[in-house]
């Protein structure tokens, strides 16, 4: 039953405190990052180590972790909307960054799957939580903009899985990479559950918040938000798309100019933490402007962007010339990083406070499944099936990212489509106890 009450009164952290808690969710985002996206460095030096093909190397390093995330993503983030967020995320975090540096200790298949499946299960607590706590420490005028501060961690994370890892794996072996992006994380860990405090849940909305909804009843008024369908629609086809195409970049960057790792990572390594903080930086800015209170505006902005530099992804793939595929990347890799702090900020502001985590989960879940499952496996078949009995090589792999690349219209279709019915479907949430 949807009706309106006056919420009590409750105390308002400080400012400090709130930019405190907000970088410290952003370095802890920027660690899943890292720990999920160092594969895609070293995925040629583990495809010949273990004998695999395209499809085979993909589905080894992204299905376990994403099958795994989808499994307790549901389950964890229902308890992170009953129970205390801080204690899940810090458990959490320190059981994938063990598990991915275990990866590293891996000799065959199986056990760097296991290692995988840790990864994955460690990483379902981490962002769902993350995103719940930042809700209750900013109001909801500013949780767009708040997200899109969190989503620095994304491109500072993806630098430290590229350029980092790829370094470190040039002088010391692939496996050196998951040890010096995995252990450090449970230092963060411990930090989090030291210094952060759990908020008191939907402290700045305007409501008050009664009996934590069953999962039924959240997946029921889910389905009645259209607004939140588009919007989790187009933030997992645009993972789909972006993180999709950068799952075999560096491999496709070693294999079309005869790079190392470290050459092929220190190609995007750079765009990614300097381009990527600043589509990130500069979407917090546009989101600070009383014009995006609106999320109409909003929704618009992730439609128009996301259109236009679709266009350079398909070019990066297509042309022979590393200059101007490195070019065509400064334009289109940013665009991977500024849609995911207003998608999740639109996401939480589509949902009443005691359902955000299980929002949340549900975007992410479906992001995840696109963008380390299907279209990992479905670039890694088409560069099998394309290479022919000769095996996968730059050419095959090429033509399959060119299939893939212009995946990015879709994803701005559903932004598009969200802005008809997003600010009944807000006001909707605002109201529902």
């Known amino acids: 039953m949807t009706t309106l009450a006056q919420a009590p009164a409750r105390p308002v952290p400080s400012m400090a405190m709130r930019w405190y808690v907000l970088i410290v969710m952003s370095v802890v985002y920027a660690i899943s990052i890292a720990d999920r996206y160092v594969v895609s460095t070293v995925l040629d030096p583990i495809r010949d180590e273990l004998s ?145 405090r759990e908020p008191a849940r939907g402290r700045l909305d305007t409501v008050a918040e009664g009996q934590a909804p069953t999962v039924i009843e959240t997946l029921r008024f889910m389905v009645t938000q259209k607004a939140s369908f588009h919007v989790m629609t187009g933030g997992a086809l645009s993972a789909f798309w972006g993180w999709g195409l950068m799952y075999f970049t560096p491999t496709f960057i070693q294999r079309t100019w005869s790079l190392n790792v470290g050459e092929a990572g220190a190609v995007v390594g750079p765009i990614h933490l300097i381009g990527g903080s600043l589509a990130s930086l500069v979407t917090a800015w546009f989101l600070a402007r009383p014009a995006f209170a609106d999320p109409r505006r909003v929704v618009w902005m992730l439609a128009g962007v996301t259109a236009l530099c679709t266009i350079p992804s398909f070019i990066a793939y297509w042309t022979h010339d590393l200059a101007l595929a490195r070019l065509m990347f400064w334009l289109f890799i940013p665009a991977i990083y500024f849609y995911i702090g207003p998608a999740m900020g639109l996401v939480q502001n589509l949902a009443p406070a005691r359902m955000r985590a299980m929002f949340i989960a549900v975007s992410l879940v479906s992001a995840n499944v696109l963008n380390l499952i299907v279209a990992p496996w479905i670039v890694g078949w088409l560069s099998d099936r394309f290479a022919g009995p000769h095996g996968a090589d730059a050419a095959s792999l090429r033509l399959a990212l060119l299939i893939l690349a212009p995946t990015g219209f879709w994803a701005a279709f559903h932004y598009w489509r969200a802005a008809k019915t997003i600010v009944e479907d807000q006001r909707r949430a605002v109201g529902y106890i």
């Not at 589905?59 to 801080?86: C, E, M, Q």
């Open 52 to 196: 695999l093909s395209d499809s085979g190397v993909a589905l080894l390093t992204g299905a376990p972790l994403a099958l795994f995330y989808v499994s307790f993503g549901i389950p964890l983030s229902w308890l992170a909307d009953r129970s205390n967020r801080r204690n899940i995320l810090s458990i959490s975090l320190v059981v994938w960054s063990v598990m991915s540096a275990a990866c590293g200790l891996s000799h065959n298949a199986w056990q760097f799957m296991l290692a995988r499946v840790g990864v994955g299960v460690g990483e379902a607590g981490g962002t769902p939580p993350a995103n719940s706590i930042i809700g209750d420490y900013f109001p909801a005028g500013r949780r767009p903009m708040a997200m899109a501060v969190f989503a620095l961690g994304a491109p500072v994370g993806a630098w430290l899985g590229a350029d980092l890892a790829g370094w470190v794996a040039n002088l010391y072996g692939w496996r050196a990479a998951f040890f010096v992006l995995g252990l450090p994380g449970v230092a963060i860990g411990l930090l989090v559950w030291a210094t952060i």
